[in-house]
């Protein structure tokens, strides 16, 4: 799933390309994206005819601003990402060999080269259709996007914005907040980094990351961390995420940015998905074991049980 420097770099992509354009159209073949409003002409009613006035983000929440007060978010979810680009039925495209290789897909990319004939990229289940001739996309392998629309204060009022922890980047997020917020937490470390509630935006890649930059046990309960490992920790988060923001995030899964590239932050990961490699710091083998239901990477050597 896109966490904090995916969903950052998609919105910053979105940002550029979108702002001041407007929506004149829609298409879908998967209405049940559509939570608020749930129909689709409803939710057609609302977004036609907007301008997209800017896009940001709130934890793995795109927040597409709209004229007329509106907010779009789109949460990606595990597979989903947001394209900009231009696309055309596959019926009518020229290129035979794209048509034939994505068999089934029903838009295909008007460029027969670039980024996005990324097969990562071949699942339009969603466009926006904008005012100069390009279109917002979602390309959303196993369907589990989400999408809400309506007054901005609304949606900020709603339990997928309102009931979410710190943004671990802000300037203004300090260690004394970051210790803050674990007063009186319980828990496993892993699940409680993965936990939107208590901070936002880090999910099971970045958390192996970063309890592997500050030698933490992902089995470690909260309440038995001290102020040096909090410390630590607040400086490997801090740290992990500007750096994979740097490099526009991870795609070792379906995440690609705005204009269908890679993310580059795979080829340098620590521990992520890397089982049974030797860890870049000791050389033991990296372990994988299960926390909630979740995979979690670590090093046995580094990241011993206190
Ligand atoms: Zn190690």
Redesign the pocket.
Known sequence: MPELPEVETIAKGLDRNLRGRKIVGLWTDWPKYFKLPRTENGFRRLVIGKKVTGVDRRAKNVLIHLSDNHLLLVHQKMSGHLLVGQWQKASRSRNKSLADAWAGQEWLPVSGGGPMIDPKNRFIRLILFLDDGRMLALSDLRRFAKILCGPREKIFDLPDLKNLGPEPLLPNFGFAEFGKIFERKKGRIKQVLMDPRFIAGIGNIYSDEILWAAKIHPLTRVESLGVKQLKKLYQAMRSILRKALRLRGTSIDDYRDASGRRGGYDKVRYVYQREDEP?P??R?PIQRIKVGGRSAHF?P??QKMK
Do not use: T, V
């Open positions: 860890c710091r000791c033991a090093c050597r580094c």
